[in-house]
């Protein structure tokens, strides 16, 4: 429909070119017929052939000015919404201001030239002033905001690093570095152990798109995701109940991006913040971006208890090892305990050497012997 519609409108303005060029002949004697018949004939010929023209090429003409409007479409999709705005204002104000300044020289007319001149300058005043006017706006737009007197006590900033201007509560975003939350560590539960531990300081941040995300876990069919996704839900709520640190629930999302790391990402990014995390994936990627990460398991490695060998300990063998004759213990923590010649005092507390301590990507694993 829009191809033939843009088609239609080519041909007519080559109709109108063909009849203005015998116009401007006719009036100029340049092509002076007197037989009125042969002049209307003539008139009517061009006229249709640049018609016929226009048409014929209007295909190629269409699908290039579609191209470039699928271009702009997705140039546009990547730029922040505010920034799009402030451009179109910028815009139009340039073009107002092109308006009043080029309406004396559009009166000029030199010998020879004619008004060619000035449609050139006019021409050219619009286009610098139009683009000065936009890309001012866009330079400027968050001081612009600040300004505003119904802007409360929100303030925009432009992150250096990302280019995009974010919005930030002086009270709340500005209180020292945000800490933007993911679904994972949500759903893990501890964050709200460290959290009301005093711990963590600044802002947590929670965005509105892993809230959505929570949401769709726990109105899953599978009842161990519906169950993790609720107590996601819950442990936002006890979060948010705590008195020890700032939670901002914000609505910053990037309607370009489909994937919630990757929003997640971009927006701790913007906030200069640092994403916490448990998603080995995430972490990765987070640190070939260059943005810093909290890792509850790495926090949780690194507060579990110091053993060393020969140091004696107090345990309960739970269980069989796997090779012959072992027998497992906990630490509080969760630490793995192997303990050699133990398989017989399975349900006993007793006291143990440590032999070795064995760091392994999964965590801590202590070797010990029984003491007789």
């Known amino acids: 429909m829009i191809k033939n519609i843009i088609r239609i409108i080519i041909s007519g303005l080559a109709l109108s070119i063909g009849y203005g060029l015998m116009l401007l002949l006719f009036e100029t004697n340049v092509l002076n017929i007197s037989n009125n018949t042969i002049k209307i004939a003539l008139w009517a010929f061009v006229t249709l052939v640049f018609g016929l023209i226009g048409y014929l090429a209007s295909n190629k003409i ?9 271009s702009m479409e997705k140039l546009l999709v990547k730029q922040p919404p505010m920034d799009i705005a402030f451009g179109a204002f910028g815009l139009l104000f340039g073009l107002i201001l092109a308006y009043f300044i080029s309406a004396p020289i559009r009166q000029v007319n030199i010998p020879f030239l004619g008004g060619v001149l000035g449609l050139i300058l006019t021409t050219v005043i619009y286009i610098v002033l139009g683009s000065v006017g936009s890309r001012l706006l ?13 802007n409360g006590e929100r303030t925009f900033e432009r992150n250096k690093r990302s280019g995009r201007t974010i919005r930030k509560d002086n009270k709340e975003m500005s209180q020292g570095t945000s800490k933007v939350l993911d679904t994972s560590v949500i759903i893990d539960g501890r964050i709200a152990s460290i959290v009301d531990s005093g711990f963590l300081d600044g802002v947590l941040v929670i965005p509105e798109f892993v809230l959505e995300e929570l949401q769709y876990i726990a109105d899953s069919a599978d009842d161990l995701k519906r169950e993790r996704g609720r107590r996601g839900l819950d442990i936002v709520k006890e979060i948010q109940n705590s008195k020890k640190i700032k939670v901002v629930i914000t609505d910053v999302d990037y309607e370009d991006i489909n994937e919630v790391d990757i929003k997640l990402l971009k927006l701790t990014k913007d906030l200069d913040g640092k994403v916490v995390t448990n998603d080995y994936n995430l972490n990765k990627v987070a640190a ?20 060393i060998p020969g140091e004696m300990m107090h345990v309960n063998i739970i269980k069989e090892g796997k090779e012959k004759k072992q027998g497992l213990a906990y630490l509080e923590d969760g630490t793995m305990i192997v303990v050699e010649d133990a398989k017989s005092l399975i349900g006993k507390d007793i006291t143990v050497q440590v032999t070795t301590v064995l760091q392994t990507a999964a965590g801590k694993m202590i070797f010990a012997k029984p003491i007789n």
């Open 62 to 70: 269409t699908k290039g000015i579609l191209s470039l409007l699928d």
């Open 138 to 150: 866009i330079r400027y737009k968050e001081d612009i905001l600040n300004a505003l007197p119904f």
């Open 288 to 307: 070939v971006q260059g943005i810093p990460v909290l890792n509850i398991n790495d926090l949780a490695n690194a507060v579990k208890t110091v053993v």
